[in-house]
């Protein structure tokens, strides 16, 4: 059981929901050749588009992650909320963590250890490891966003009833899984 966040703070990201809400079972009753499944494909795909690159989300970003050379990345910022969780992170969990590339980790690492957010260090059993933790600088600027975010989530969440809520998130966690067994999908194919 997870316990409460602190009271004015959001949870950060945590581990991905793949797999919580398998897919697969209701693949079989979608036909887009169906209009009105067709109409809620081209709504949600449309949805999904303003998400990722609407016109108000470059503001969101601007106002969560700040502007001209002192603004953060997504990268930066996923990686900033995974090591304000615990003490140090191996680079490779970190990337296993994130769902990325070890050398796409690496770069965002690098970048939070360019700008003093993060700081990395040689494994104490092993030197050849690099492990990396947070600075005090990151945890401030880590708690900055986090408070920005907390008013952009309680804004969100109070278009949605108290009963809408959790079917909110309940759906969003069935979308990405979703997603992931696609892409599991097109990687076994391609094997």
Do not use: K
Request: charged share 25%; hydrophobic share 40%; glycine share 6%.
């Amino acid at each position: 059981m997870l316990a409460a966040p602190p009271e004015g703070t959001i949870p950060t990201l945590g581990a991905p929901c793949r797999r919580l809400y398998p897919s697969v079972v209701m693949e079989s009753s979608v036909d887009l050749h169906q209009r009105d499944m067709y109409d809620l494909a081209v709504r949600i795909g449309a949805s999904w588009v303003q998400i990722r690159r609407g016109a108000a989300m470059g503001a969101i970003r601007d106002y969560l992650l700040g502007t001209g050379d002192e603004a953060l990345e997504q990268g930066q910022m996923d990686s900033l909320d995974l090591l304000a969780r615990q003490p140090s992170w191996r680079m490779s969990d970190l990337a296993e963590a994130l769902r990325i590339d070890p050398s796409t980790a690496t770069r965002a690492v690098q970048r939070l250890v360019a700008s003093g957010l993060a700081a990395r260090t040689p494994h104490d059993d092993d030197g050849r490891v690099v492990m990396v933790e947070i600075t005090d600088a990151g945890r401030s600027r880590h708690a900055d966003v986090s408070a920005r975010r907390g008013q952009l989530m309680t804004h969100m969440l109070g278009a949605f009833s108290h009963e809408e809520r959790p079917i909110l998130a309940d759906m969003l966690e069935r979308f990405v899984s979703a997603v992931d067994e696609f892409v599991d999908r097109l990687a076994d194919q391609q094997a």
